[in-house]
């Protein structure tokens, strides 16, 4: 079931897509009650200045955000050195011309082939499609993450993979805004991204029900398009960690709650940092994940 909620005068309706058009939700919710609060929803459009037409499908009660796909590492390695650091590019692209190997510092660390890695990031910044974005006063290099997101609809505590999978309750579009620029000298601080990711992320109006998505998943495809073009297209196959164990990984010792949500982390080819196709003032970003959401934002200064 594809669902979405839209604002009413008397609070938030639950939506769902049926032949074609969009209908009033007369069974049960999509998702356990806790997922939905109607209240905290509302003050967080309020906060954000009710700047999109378009509401969250539930609302976030935390969010992680996983490190899953190697050729993103990778390529989004080259990248930030292409744009920051072209003295040290022009090294590391000379030694993959001489060797036809992978820089070996362009591979993820080594913790992230024995188990899932993870940062938590700012669930209260999350804004739907539509809100205007703008840079950060403090960088000049705003980059865009295409992502697959997914919320509990259950809890879960020292799960196994099966019963993590059982627990989830839909899927959507993340999208993790970053500012480039900022993000290496935080990471290298031994504490993970900070004012480089907490400012803001977005996820699509629509969600889909795990029921649907998970005997798909990795055949999920999807697009970046700026001004209108098409400049990248990415796949949910070669992930190094399932769903499952993803959130096994997580659940170990550690209460988790209807309403979290979870990010498996930039798609290949979902960021521009990758592409080079850096974000602009003026700019209009459009991601989408097919058959699932997409977002859409004017970029302002």
Do not use: C
Request: glycine letters at 8%; proline letters at 6%.
């Amino acid at each position: 079931m594809k669902f979405r909620r839209i604002r009413a005068q008397d609070g938030l309706h639950t939506q769902w897509w049926d032949d074609g058009q969009w209908k009033a939700l007369s069974g049960p919710a999509p998702l356990a009650p806790s997922a939905f609060r109607p209240d905290w929803e509302l003050a967080t459009a309020d906060r954000h200045l009710q700047q999109s037409d378009a509401v969250l499908p539930f609302t976030p009660l935390s969010f992680r955000d996983f490190l899953l796909s190697e050729e993103h590492n990778v390529a989004a390695a080259r990248g930030m050195l292409e744009r920051f650091y072209p003295a040290s590019s022009r090294i590391t692209e000379a030694f993959e011309t001489v060797t036809h190997r992978t820089f070996p510092a362009f591979r993820p660390k080594k913790l992230f082939y024995r188990q899932p890695i993870y940062y938590m990031s700012n669930a209260m910044t999350i804004v739907p499609t539509r809100t205007p974005v703008k840079f950060p006063s403090y960088s000049r290099g705003l980059d865009f993450e295409l992502e697959i997101g997914f919320v509990l609809d259950k809890p879960l505590l020292d799960a196994d993979p099966a019963e993590a999978t059982a627990a989830i309750g839909a899927f959507v579009l993340l999208n993790d805004f970053s500012a480039r620029d900022i993000q290496r000298d935080e990471m290298s601080s031994g504490l993970g991204p900070q004012k480089s990711k907490h400012f803001l992320s977005s996820m699509s109006e629509t969600a889909v029900t795990a029921d649907e998505v998970l005997p798909r998943l990795e055949q999920l495809t999807g697009s970046v398009i700026i001004n209108g073009h098409t400049v990248s297209t990415v796949r949910a196959a070669g992930l190094q960690w399932s769903v499952g164990e993803v959130l096994a990984h997580a659940s170990k010792d550690e209460q988790l709650l209807p309403g979290e949500v979870f990010g498996l982390g930039t798609l290949a080819g979902g960021s521009g940092m990758e592409t080079g196709t850096w974000l602009r003032p003026g700019d209009t970003l459009r991601l989408v994940l097919d058959d699932v959401g997409e977002v859409e934002h004017v970029i302002g200064k």
